[in-house]
């Protein structure tokens, strides 16, 4: 049962434009939500997060916006570079205590110059 | 340079035997995590442990063992009785393990049985 969907396993996009990378989640007890960034060989690195209580969170040119109504969220990169083609997961977790954090299957970004 | 590393980056083994994967971090982190990657999957939580002496099961823990005897090792055992063991094999680590702390991973290991 995949909790974290991320439904498009690839996305070409050219330089300076925008990229919309999607994540759909069932699980209506999330409350956390967190993009990691992945390159080929290495593991993956934290690249922004937000909590259930906003619908934006915005750093430098990376941006995550939560619909809770539809459970849904995505990441925009503006603009876009060739350095941002990488492998982007969705992570979601519950709120209190320990709460594991589950993961999508990823969306490969491929910025072509 | 705080980090967190494993070791080796490419392991081969003959089926039917144990392999142990190291995982050493420096960030003064009491949390560590093991997970595992398929091709077109995310990322599964295999173990975790909030806290030294202590470790506990993830999703997918059948056929691993782990041991936290110190807070910057966290080794993962790949035993004979994991079905399907070829796989790449991430550890992570956060401050504490509260759900909005942020994880931080290392390179991995790509582990093949051959």
């Known amino acids: 049962d995949q909790q974290v969907k991320q439904n498009s396993p690839s996305l070409s996009v050219q330089e300076g434009r925008i990229s919309i990378l999607n994540c759909d989640y069932t699980n209506s007890m999330f409350d956390y939500f967190l993009w990691y960034k992945k390159y080929p060989a290495e593991g993956p690195t934290f690249l922004i997060s937000?909590?259930?209580?906003?619908d934006k969170n915005e750093d430098g040119r990376f941006t995550v916006f939560l619909n809770k109504s539809a459970k849904h969220l995505s990441l925009h990169i503006v603009p876009s570079q060739p350095g941002d083609s990488a492998v982007y997961f969705c992570a979601a977790s519950g709120a209190g205590g320990y709460q594991k954090v589950t993961f999508g299957t990823g969306t490969k970004l491929q910025v072509i110059p | 340079d705080g980090g967190i590393t494993q070791s080796p980056k490419y392991l081969f083994r003959k089926e039917g035997q144990n392999v142990t994967l190291s995982c050493e971090q420096n960030?003064?982190?009491?949390?560590m995590y093991w997970y595992r990657q398929d091709p077109g999957q995310g990322l599964r939580l295999i173990y975790y442990s909030q806290i030294v002496n202590d470790f506990q099961k993830g999703d997918i823990a059948e056929g691993y063992s782990v041991s936290r005897e110190k807070k910057e090792s966290f080794p993962l055992t790949v035993t004979s009785a994991q079905k399907n063991p070829t796989a790449f094999y991430l550890c992570?680590?956060?401050?504490?393990?509260?759900?909005?702390?942020?994880?931080?991973f290392g390179p991995g290991t790509r582990l093949t049985v051959l």
């Open positions: 937000i909590s259930s209580i906003k």
């Open positions: 992570a680590s956060s401050i504490i393990a509260g759900s909005t702390d942020t994880q931080y």
């Open positions: 960030l003064n982190h009491d949390a």
